[in-house]
C-alpha cells in the first residue's frame, strides 16, 4: 500500500542567519560510467533546501499533464513546471544556482544552462520511468543535466542504454546537487521508480542548456 507522509525536514538542513543559499562547489565528486558518461554528485550543496522546497510546493504553477503511452492516453504521475531562458526562476537562488554551475562546468560545457524544469514527486506512487533526455541535441552531442533535490530524497538510478548492465542508485534530497555529464543521456537511461514505502515529497530541479531536452 502506498503512503504518503509530510516533508520531514532534515537534520542537517539548519541554515542558521543566512536562509536559503548555496555552497561551494569545491567538493564535487566524479563517478565515471564508462562510454564517455559521468555522474557528479555533492551532497547538501543548497542550504535551506527543505525552505526552499515549501516555497516551491506553494507558489511554482504546477500543471498535470496526460501523454499517449501505449495506444492510449495516462496521467503522467508527477506535476511539472518550466522556465525558458528569458523566465524569471521561481526563486533567486536558482538563478544563482544556475549561473553557479555555468561557471563552475563553463570549461567542459562550453556554454550556460539556460533553461530550468521542475519535477514535484508528490509520494511514492509519483515516479519518472526509464530515459535519456534525448530530444534535442542531447541525443547526438555530450551535454550536461543538473538537477538539484529538494524535500525528502527518492532513489534516481542510473543503468546503461537499453539495460542489461549494473544499476546505479543514488538517494537524492535535502539540497543534493547531481549532474549527469559527458555521453550520460545517449549512452544511459535515468528512472525515478515508483515505491511502495511511505515517503516525503520531494521537488527535483533541472538545468540544462539551450537545446537539450
Known sequence: MHGTLPLQPSLFDDTGPAGISLGP???????????????DLLPGWLRGADQLFERLAAEVPWRAERREMYERTVDVPRLLASYREEDEPP?????EARAALGAHYAAELGEPFSTLGLCYYRDGRDSVA?????????????????IVSTGEPRALLLRPRGGGGPVVRYPVGHGDLLVMGGSCQRTWEHAVPKTARPVGPRIS???????VL
Open 25 to 39: 562547489l569545491a567538493g564535487v565528486r566524479r563517478t565515471v560510467l564508462g562510454a564517455g558518461a559521468w555522474v
Open 91 to 95: 526563486h533567486p537562488v536558482l538563478g
Open 130 to 146: 526509464w530515459h535519456g533526455d534525448r530530444i534535442g541535441r542531447g541525443a547526438r552531442e555530450d551535454t550536461m543535466v543538473a
Open 205 to 211: 530541479v533541472q538545468f540544462r542548456p539551450r537545446g
